[in-house]
């Protein structure tokens, strides 16, 4: 072979596999910098979507998700659980979704 040939061929093989690491799933988590509202009186957190549904007291204050582990607060609802479940997302529908093309299905991060 010559040597375009195998330049070819390893360009080739190189745009294959960024292709396909392109369209894996991978395991997403939300970030610790998410926002989420802290319950006090509950000790519970909120996910700021969750709100409306949710019927909270006068003692709330406005956090992180790192915040709400470190205080060991649970989340308030099945809500919020599953607005801060993890997912499988591929890289392309990530930012499918970031470009707002496919429906986000975890607004809260």
Same mark, same amino acid.
């Given at each position: 072979? @010559? ?7 390893? =360009? ?8 396909? =690491? ?10 610790? @910098? ?9 000790? @519970? ?9 949710? #019927?909270? @007291? ?10 709400? =582990? ?32 496919? #429906? #986000?299905?975890?607004? #809260?991060?």
């Amino acid at each position: 072979m @010559t040597k375009t040939r195998w330049i070819v061929l390893l =360009v080739t093989v190189l745009l294959i596999g960024l292709i396909a =690491v392109f369209f894996l799933p991978r395991d997403n988590e939300p970030a610790p @910098t998410s926002r989420v509202v802290l319950e006090h009186t509950y000790r @519970t957190y909120l996910a700021p979507s969750c709100f409306e549904l949710e #019927d909270p @007291t006068n003692f709330l204050e406005e956090a992180t998700l790192a915040d709400a =582990v470190e205080l060991g607060y649970p989340p308030n609802s099945d809500c919020t659980r599953e607005a801060f479940e993890g997912n499988r997302d591929s890289p392309f529908q990530s930012l499918m979704k970031e470009l707002g093309i496919m #429906d #986000d299905d975890k607004p #809260d991060w």
